[in-house]
């Protein structure tokens, strides 16, 4: 547990006001492109438990930065809802004090189905009974999510050429060798 956390839950953060810092509120990102509510939930919970704590000894800590992660559906079905987190959301500050503030910092969710990433098939080969494409881009080319999810994340993929259907595994290159993003 890093010193910060250590202190905060031994309750000394009135120390770390009066002596190194000023405390103005509190900040968390649950994880971009979250797919769970679970981490809403708890941060939320234990955010409340150090304002109210705290609310009259450190007159400053007036903000409650909730940052981002709200997760876009691309083509997962399983992707929690905007509203499901604004629900969380809205019952864990109604006990709140009323003069606190709420930031959030929507990112992904209001500007991720306006981009598209275009990549070069390099290579099209066949190991045993699976098909390999690989890309001129990967994971570090903007589709780390793939990795953060454990490949739960697919995002749409289309083709420009016209055909059926067929299950490749993708890989893309990195400084590393070629490494694998997804079966398809």
């Given at each position: 547990?890093?010193?910060?956390?250590?202190?905060l839950?031994?309750?000394?953060?009135?120390?770390?006001?009066?002596n190194?810092?000023?405390?103005?509120g509190l900040?968390f990102?649950?994880?971009?492109?979250?797919?769970?509510?679970?981490?809403w939930?708890?941060t939320?919970?234990?955010?409340?438990?150090i304002?109210?704590?705290?609310?009259?000894?450190?007159?400053?800590?007036r903000?409650?930065?909730?940052?981002?992660?709200?997760?876009?559906?691309?083509n997962?079905?399983?992707?929690?809802?905007?509203?499901?987190?604004?629900?969380?959301?809205h019952e864990?500050?109604?006990?709140?004090p009323?003069?606190?503030e709420?930031?959030?910092?929507?990112?992904?969710?209001?500007?991720?189905?306006t981009?598209?990433?275009?990549?070069?098939v390099?290579?099209n080969?066949?190991?045993n009974?699976?098909?390999?494409?690989?890309?001129?881009?990967?994971?570090?080319?903007?589709l780390?999510?793939?990795l953060e999810?454990?490949?739960?994340?697919t995002?749409?993929?289309?083709?420009?050429k016209?055909?059926?259907?067929?299950?490749?595994?993708?890989?893309?290159?990195?400084?590393?060798p070629?490494?694998?993003?997804?079966?398809?």
């Amino acid at each position: 547990m890093s010193q910060p956390a250590q202190s905060l839950s031994k309750g000394h953060l009135c120390d770390w006001y009066k002596n190194l810092i000023s405390i103005y509120g509190l900040s968390f990102h649950v994880g971009s492109q979250n797919m769970s509510i679970q981490p809403w939930i708890e941060t939320l919970k234990l955010c409340a438990l150090i304002i109210n704590k705290y609310y009259q000894t450190i007159p400053t800590l007036r903000i409650l930065n909730i940052g981002s992660g709200f997760p876009v559906r691309y083509n997962f079905n399983k992707c929690i809802t905007i509203k499901k987190i604004a629900q969380v959301v809205h019952e864990s500050i109604k006990n709140l004090p009323k003069d606190m503030e709420f930031w959030a910092e929507p990112g992904r969710i209001l500007v991720a189905n306006t981009g598209i990433l275009v990549s070069t098939v390099l290579r099209n080969i066949q190991r045993n009974k699976n098909r390999w494409l690989f890309l001129d881009m990967g994971i570090y080319h903007g589709l780390i999510e793939i990795l953060e999810s454990q490949g739960r994340l697919t995002y749409p993929i289309e083709s420009l050429k016209k055909g059926s259907l067929t299950k490749y595994n993708i890989a893309g290159s990195t400084l590393d060798p070629m490494i694998p993003l997804q079966p398809i």
